[in-house]
């Protein structure tokens, strides 16, 4: 058996088929669709070697405000390199901007993240709408350097700026029927313009079980390296899952809500054969069309074994005693 590490997924594997056949469709009748088909086919080049900006399309982070940070360094910390703050900001699925990696980077600037509100409903005490630097104010932000594994097998350490979760939903005195958390993106088709297509049913949405939720490693980040989230990394707010594949991290969130039914997730809803309501990183479950048991830093060269729960096991694998983590994906 060789030793040689396995390929890279082709593109047309990377991106999930369901969504990759709509964008073809979409991109043939456009008439665009061989130019952007030789774009999408580099567009893995990071994979490879370290991205610099691209200087012609990248939208500077002008405006970007440097946050306080209370705690620098946490329990839960990991000591592997960070991934360059350039990349972090240029590398991105948002589909609510573009199709392609660079795309939010270049188009996100029409998002303006001030003034901005979050209601936080459902099954809680204290329901209210907040504005965002009122609700950011409520709580010490601490920085927590996180690996972050996509679904496409590629992967990054992030330092972002947040609070817990489970501290925000503590003070809105969550109710006994409470047992999930459901979280949705801006719908607003002026500021995402990507929402004027029929590329996913938006707004985006999200959910976790609500002690998922409340675990401690369950951020809600307003920052990395320091500074306010850039629009095209989910300004002003997002969710966090250090655990789960990098789609269940919710970006530009307006809504959360507390329920009792498992709530609707926009992937599993486009692709339910692929993208189930856990989304826990697991080496040992492939995606129907390429194998999750390795993964390529962005940065880097070689590529490294996935670890379970993307190495947060000690963590995490208690909330998932008795589940069967194959059919639960």
């Known amino acids: 058996m060789s030793d040689k590490p396995p390929a890279e997924p082709p593109s047309s594997e990377v991106t999930p088929e369901a969504l990759y056949l709509r964008r073809r469709e979409f991109l043939k009748n456009a008439g665009l669709f061989a130019g952007t088909a030789a774009a999408v086919a580099g567009g893995l080049y990071l994979l490879g070697r370290k991205q610099t900006r691209p200087m012609d399309a990248f939208v500077p982070d002008a405006g970007l405000v440097d946050l306080p940070v209370a705690k620098s360094k946490g ?5 592997e390199p960070r991934t360059p703050y350039e990349d972090v900001t240029t590398y991105n699925n948002f589909y609510e901007f573009g199709l392609d990696k660079n795309d939010p980077a270049r188009f996100a600037h029409t998002l303006k993240p001030r003034p901005w509100t979050v209601v ?4 809680v005490h204290k329901p209210q709408t907040v504005d965002i630097d009122q609700l950011t104010s409520w709580f010490p932000l601490e920085e927590r350097v ?3 594994r996509c679904v496409e097998a590629w992967s990054m350490v992030i330092p972002w700026l947040g609070f817990p979760l489970g501290e925000l939903l503590k003070r809105v005195e969550p109710t006994s029927h409470a047992r999930y958390v459901a979280f949705t993106t801006l719908l607003d088709p002026e500021r ?4 004027r297509r029929g590329t996913l049913d938006w707004p985006y ?3 976790l079980r609500l002690d998922e939720a409340m675990h401690p490693l369950t951020l809600m980040a307003a920052g990395l390296y320091g500074r306010q989230l850039p629009n095209q990394n989910g300004a002003p707010l997002r969710l966090v899952v250090p655990w789960k594949y990098g789609f269940k991290g919710i970006k530009s969130i307006v809504r959360i809500s507390l329920t009792r039914e498992q709530p609707p ?4 809803l486009a692709a339910p054969e692929e993208y189930g309501f856990y989304a826990n990183v697991n080496p040992a479950v492939s995606h129907p069309r390429w194998s999750q048991a390795t993964e390529r830093r962005i940065g880097e060269l070689e590529r490294r074994p996935t670890l379970p729960f993307n190495g947060y096991a000690e963590q995490v694998a208690h909330l998932y005693a008795g589940l069967d983590l194959r059919r639960n994906y």
């Open 146 to 148: 996180y690996r972050m």
């Open 120 to 123: 936080i409903d459902g099954e």
């Open 75 to 79: 329990p839960y910390d990991t000591d």
């Open 265 to 268: 997730t926009t992937w599993n």
């Open 205 to 207: 949405v999200e959910g």
């Open 192 to 195: 995402m313009p990507g929402q």
